[in-house]
């Protein structure tokens, strides 16, 4: 009777067990690499503007995101690339939560991760870090670099005992490049280039799945972006690693994107694989920025065409009705002053097959190829 019971209370926790096992291999499968790891909905940021010095009233708002769709899928890297000011520092920071969005969803593994607080939120921040821009100001000088390296620690010091600490952070300064033995030096005695390595490093101290890097090759010379850029396609194929890239010129993302979104505005006005942006781009605003990217063989060049936009972007406080580009496209007409095109496969691309390069999301009624503006493609 007992050994019976026994038997039975052993096969139940091997059932448990087993159960446990195929739950964790399936949730695992379900994010093996080229899954969406990250679902962005109809982002939405409006900072309210105010007037008045006592009795603050709003007058307005800066619609500094206003619908932005996309997914990140595992172990890619989208590029998002736009003029200063169209929203890509605040989607960078909608996306990491330290913004809260006005309206819309982000999900992470499946997981609506909007409006998480308190533990929940800090476990899914823990895999989703950012990177900086200016790695002039974004390392506080006063701190050496592994008190910077070993700050995420403070936070989750499950990922690092105090006694191991030293140890990981002299691990990271080691995976991006860096002398270990120069933990106790500070941000002055690095250069522009070896900063960013340390920030990277910081990023990556509680091994996340996904890093957020907001232009982190913009403050530095154009030799050192490329081995910086170099040094996160490496980590990236190391560490399995999902990277949104933020550039404001497409040159600079080319490299490492597999897929990229241009934004102007506040909206995604393209999106699509790296050969459907470079070499099939349908949106005039794409084709005016692929127009201006420089081309190094003069053989190559001769016959592009340079579109030049004429005017400044309208301020994201007052858009244009419509299509938010009208107001410096050459192709406008009267019906992108009164409808707004959404970001589908344009009309005129629908009949072609799912798989032709034209066959992607562009945001506009009257898009088509252009190859006179496109530089050549890579070899
Ligand atoms: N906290 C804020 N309060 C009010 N307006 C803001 C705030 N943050 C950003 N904005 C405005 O939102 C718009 C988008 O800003 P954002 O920094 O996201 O642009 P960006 O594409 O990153 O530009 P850049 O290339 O210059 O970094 C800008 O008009 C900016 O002035
Ligand atoms: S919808 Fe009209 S204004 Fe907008 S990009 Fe297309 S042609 Fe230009
Ligand atoms: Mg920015």
Redesign the pocket.
């Known amino acids: 009777m007992h050994a019976d019971h026994s038997g039975k209370k052993q096969a139940r926790e091997e059932g448990v067990i087993a159960r446990k096992l195929m739950a964790r291999a399936q949730a695992e499968n379900a994010y093996a690499e080229g899954e969406a790891i990250l679902e962005v909905r109809d982002l939405v940021k409006h900072f309210p503007l105010t007037q008045g010095i006592v009795l603050k009233r709003q007058v307005g708002a800066v619609k500094a995101v206003d619908g932005v769709s996309f997914d990140l899928h595992k172990g890619e890297t989208l590029g998002i690339v736009g003029e200063s000011g169209c929203g890509k520092s605040t989607v960078a920071k909608l996306v990491t939560h330290l913004e809260q969005p006005t309206a819309g969803t982000i999900r992470y593994k499946g997981e609506d991760i909007t409006r998480l607080s308190g533990r929940a939120l800090k476990a899914v921040r823990r895999n989703i870090q950012m990177v900086f821009q200016d790695p002039y100001t974004s390392l506080n000088p006063r701190m050496t670099v592994g008190d910077i390296i070993g700050e995420p620690f403070d936070i989750h010091p499950e990922v690092a005992p105090k006694g191991d600490r030293r140890r990981k952070v002299q691990e990271l300064l080691d995976v991006v490049g860096l002398n270990p033995e120069y933990i106790n030096r500070y941000p002055h005695q690095f250069s522009g280039g070896q900063r960013q390595r340390i920030g990277i490093a910081r990023g990556l101290a509680l091994r996340p799945e996904i890093i957020v890097a907001d232009e982190p090759v913009s403050a530095l010379d154009v030799s050192v972006q490329a081995q910086v850029v170099n040094l996160m396609a490496k980590l990236q194929d190391e560490f399995g690693l999902s990277y949104m890239f933020i550039a404001h010129d497409l040159s600079v993302v080319r490299h490492i994107s597999d897929r990229v979104g241009v934004m102007y505005l506040g909206k995604i ?1 393209e999106i699509g694989t790296d050969t459907e942006i470079y070499e099939h781009a349908t ?3 794409t084709q005016a920025l692929l127009s201006a990217v420089p081309v190094p063989d003069p053989e190559a060049e001769e016959g592009r065409e340079r579109i030049v936009l004429e005017g400044d972007v309208p301020s994201p406080a007052n858009p244009p009705s ?2 938010h ?2 107001t410096r ?1 050459w ?3 009267h ?2 002053v009164v409808e707004e ?1 959404l970001l589908i496969v344009p009309e005129n691309f629908t009949d072609t097959a799912g798989d032709e390069p034209v066959h992607h999301p562009s ?5 088509a190829e252009r190859a006179s503006v496109m530089p050549p493609a890579e070899g």
Do not use: I, N, T
């Not at 945001?363 to 898009?367: D, G, I, L, N, P």
């Open positions: 006005v949106h005039p605003y419509g299509c580009f009208r496209c192709k406008a007409q019906r992108c095109p945001a506009c009624h009257f898009a």
